[in-house]
């Protein structure tokens, strides 16, 4: 596989539930990124990891959890999350921390009812 | 005041003629500029980056930056269908988050 892939493309949970994104970066970058995108707004950075470090936490709430366990992967953990969180999630890396050349997967989208 | 400032549209224009895509940012040291394209129900796609005032030029694609005026546009020469998207416009002040415009939908007219 090449590029940036996620999975699952779709998810539908319950405010209780727990789920989890999972991101995978066959480029070889340093640095991964998780965002949000909601209808009519602008992409929303959520957390930056650089050689698997956490280097930014933009005011997520704490119902989002991140993990990476080397360079190539990225996971965000769900739980006890709210309708408004229901958007696309969308993973990317980049060679470097702080270039705005991302490479972006595909997105999951997910629904939370 | 906004950071980015982008017309969401849409934005129509006939096939062959030029689109032209805008974006201003607010007053802050802005060092890397980029544009990038979204195909409904894809993720977005880097097509242009751009450091310095002048033109950059790829291909049918042309960025320019003004960082007087604090704007920068995106060109499409010979627009095509396939151009048909909403163009994401991005400023790095410096730090690690990448600002994004909210995006303008662009629909090229047969």
């Known amino acids: 596989e090449t590029g940036v892939t996620q999975t699952p493309r779709h998810l539908v949970m319950g405010m209780t539930n727990k789920k989890s994104l999972k991101c995978e970066q066959h480029?070889?970058?340093?640095?991964m990124y998780w965002y949000k995108q909601s209808a009519k707004k602008p992409l929303e950075l959520m957390f930056v990891?650089?050689?698997?470090?956490?280097?930014e936490n933009n005011s997520v709430p704490s119902r989002f959890s991140p993990e990476c366990p080397n360079s190539s992967h990225l996971f965000l953990h769900l739980h006890t999350l709210q309708p408004e969180d229901s958007a696309l999630y969308l993973c990317?890396?980049?060679?470097?921390?702080?270039?705005?050349?991302?490479?972006f997967g595909e997105g999951s989208r997910l629904t939370v009812l | 005041q906004k950071e980015v400032e982008q017309n969401s549209g849409p934005l129509s224009v006939p096939e062959g003629a030029i689109a032209s895509l805008n974006c201003t940012y607010s007053?802050?040291?802005?060092?890397?500029f980029f544009w990038y394209r979204q195909y409904s129900g894809k993720s977005p796609e880097l097509i242009m980056s751009?450091?310095?005032?002048g033109d950059k030029e790829d291909g049918r694609f042309t960025a320019q930056l003004n960082k007087a005026s604090q704007y920068v546009s995106l060109l499409i020469r010979d627009s095509q269908p396939s151009d048909s998207a909403t163009y994401l416009c991005?400023?790095?002040?410096?730090?690690?988050?990448?600002?994004f415009g909210t995006g303008t939908r662009l629909t090229i007219i047969p």
């Open positions: 990317a890396s980049s060679q470097q921390r702080a270039t705005g050349e991302l490479f």
């Open positions: 991005a400023f790095n002040f410096g730090n690690e988050k990448l600002t």
């Open positions: 007053d802050r040291v802005s060092q890397s």
């Open positions: 990891y650089n050689f698997k470090e956490q280097t």
């Open positions: 480029l070889g970058h340093n640095a």
């Open positions: 751009i450091y310095s005032n």
